[in-house]
């Protein structure tokens, strides 16, 4: 049986080779609509990120008392950093921290003066995310009770409507991102359905002859059902990686101010998950097609 299924496979793939500008224009479609897919897909990953960054997060801003130990500081700067859901930490030392903002002042932030004797304190601004599991109320509570009890911490500040704010926008996001990225694979499965099930009508005549000297289906049906896979992964494939070309070539299209926005490649799940739809939506035309 397995020698039997590897033989129909083969012959699935030197079967392409009959029809050549059949196959070529059925992956060149294939290729297009996955690659425009893949583009808005994102734009969209992209965009959702961005507002996530921006809009998703809480921040705390952490002193320590004058004259707190150095070491003692930067021990407990390595305490936070191991903490869940931490996405970014910036930490000041006096000394940064009075040069900021001598900067920020300019010709009127000369402290000179001030040498041997700087006031400001250690300080430190975290961004937490807000994953799902972290949702629960006294989440932020919790956490600014614990940051409160470290040694030489004089205080911390936090807005709680960051709270709301941050749950909002993370149920906003979903709520049209998850839409979004269902509407576009049902788009995609249908063009690419359809270009296959067309490329199919020039084997007719074959499926046919088979037909009427005895063939089993499953014999005349799984060499289509391998070129109908074959064109889907390979068109995925392909603009897979037209699609990291042309991220490459935007990255930094949109890292403007105000935009800021850096444009980085889908990730290794959305990529895989957008090959495995394209190859399987390739198979499942093809059954529908041979079926018929």
Known sequence: MIGSVLRLTLRGLRDMALHPWAQVFTLAAVTLVTLLAGLFLMLVFNVNQELLRNRGQVQFQVYWKPGAPEAVVEKQWEEIKRLDGLKTMDTYTPKRALADLAGALGEAGDFGWLEGQNPLPYSATLSFALPADKLAEGWNLALLARLKNMDHVDKVHFNPLQMDLAKGWIALTRAVVWPVIGFLALIVALVVSNTIRLSLLTRLDEVEILSLVGARPWYIRWPLLT?????????SVLALGGLKLAQMA???????????????????????????????????????????
């Open 250 to 292: 935007l990255k930094d299209a949109l890292n403007f101010p105000p935009l800021f926005l850096r444009i980085d490649y889908l990730p290794a799940g959305q990529a895989v998950l957008l090959c495995a739809v394209v190859t399987g939506v390739g198979l499942v035309s093809s059954f529908v097609a041979v079926r018929k």
């Open 227 to 235: 070129g109908g896979a074959v064109q889907g992964l390979l068109g």
